[in-house]
């Protein structure tokens, strides 16, 4: 049976999905979650991976379909050599269109899951991935110099900074130095998931500074449950669809596949008050700005 998608998906830009290959069970494979970018006639998407960079991934999907917005990018974890400017300068030599700080390895992810005594893998041996996690600067609370650096090359290439799970108050420090070192597109993630929450208040001061706040499907999920739709929509009508990008971080291989999530995801903020246009806005040209098409 064909899936049915929102119209408003036409033209549209998912910026945060999981697929794999992946060291986490994916619900699909890269080609699957293109074909239902297809389908939903989409500008295209963008690959996130904790694990590995995602460009030469997203690359081969654009030679075979060269219509499509396919990017990738690297996440700052452990598995890719953490706060490394060596790496992220490969990522971007190679076309990432956006970096994001530690996710999986963030210090803040780490304290959270380490509450919920959570096992992401069932394998006969422990992983290998430190058990301190990542931050952005030292036990004096000054930014590393290796943060500095990756500022730059974000700032030389004017591609995107995105603050993956570090703590709220990591994020207001480390913004407050992407905007001393030029980066213009920032991306504060899945504000409202309890991984990494971002504060109201803190909220309005990083829109205030130019900053894009995710409006992320995943918090409203069973999964988390750290948000309502109702008040989801909400926080984007205080906020402003000007100021939010709508994402579904999805992937998950016990969830809906990401873009029909992210068709759900519409029908819900239109049925909370969400106009079509906001619903553009947030899911069309937001997310088209930051990648620069």
């Known amino acids: 049976m064909t899936q049915a998608f929102?119209?408003?998906?036409?033209?549209?830009?998912?910026?945060?999905?999981?697929?794999?290959?992946?060291?986490?069970?994916?619900?699909?494979t890269d080609w699957e979650l293109v074909e239902d970018v297809k389908k939903a006639e989409m500008a295209g998407v963008v690959l996130k991976a904790h694990e590995a960079q995602t460009v030469d991934r997203a690359s081969l999907i654009r030679e075979k379909e060269p219509g499509l917005h396919v990017y990738g990018g690297l996440v700052?974890?452990?598995?890719?050599?953490?706060?490394?400017?060596?790496?992220v300068d490969a990522a971007i030599r190679l076309g990432a269109k956006?970096?994001?700080m530690p996710t999986f390895s963030a210090e803040e992810h780490q304290r959270y899951f380490g509450k919920k005594k959570t096992k992401f893998f069932n394998s006969k041996r422990a992983m290998t991935h430190p058990s301190a996690g990542l931050e952005i600067w030292d036990e004096n609370k000054k930014i590393l110099p290796e943060v500095y650096e990756i500022l730059d090359l974000i700032a030389e290439a004017n591609i995107i900074l995105a603050t993956g799970h570090l703590a709220a108050e990591e994020v207001s420090v480390l913004i407050d130095a992407a905007k001393e070192r030029k980066?213009?597109?920032?991306l504060i993630q899945h504000t409202d998931l309890g991984i990494a929450r971002v504060p109201f208040e803190l909220e309005k001061q990083l829109v205030r500074k130019g900053c894009i706040l995710e409006k992320c499907y995943l918090a409203c999920s069973d999964d988390f449950n750290d948000i309502t739709v109702q008040a989801m929509a909400e926080s984007i009508k205080q906020h402003g669809a000007g100021s939010c990008v709508m994402v579904t971080d999805y992937g998950q291989s016990h969830n809906l596949?990401?873009?029909k999530a992210l068709?759900?995801?519409?029908?819900?903020?239109?049925?909370?008050?969400?106009?079509?246009?906001?619903?553009?806005?947030?899911?069309?040209?937001?997310?088209?700005?930051?990648?620069g098409i």
Do not use: D
Request: hydrophobic share 40%; with cysteine.
């Open 76 to 87: 700052c974890n452990y598995f890719t050599g953490g706060l490394s400017a060596t790496s």
């Open 6 to 28: 929102h119209p408003l998906l036409k033209g549209a830009i998912e910026l945060h999905v999981h697929s794999s290959p992946s060291l986490f069970p994916r619900k699909q």
């Open 263 to 291: 068709s759900n995801f519409i029908e819900e903020m239109l049925t909370h008050g969400i106009s079509e246009e906001e619903i553009m806005t947030m899911v069309n040209y937001n997310p088209k700005k930051l990648l």
């Open 257 to 259: 596949p990401p873009i």
């Open 98 to 100: 956006i970096i994001w």
């Open 183 to 186: 980066v213009e597109k920032i």
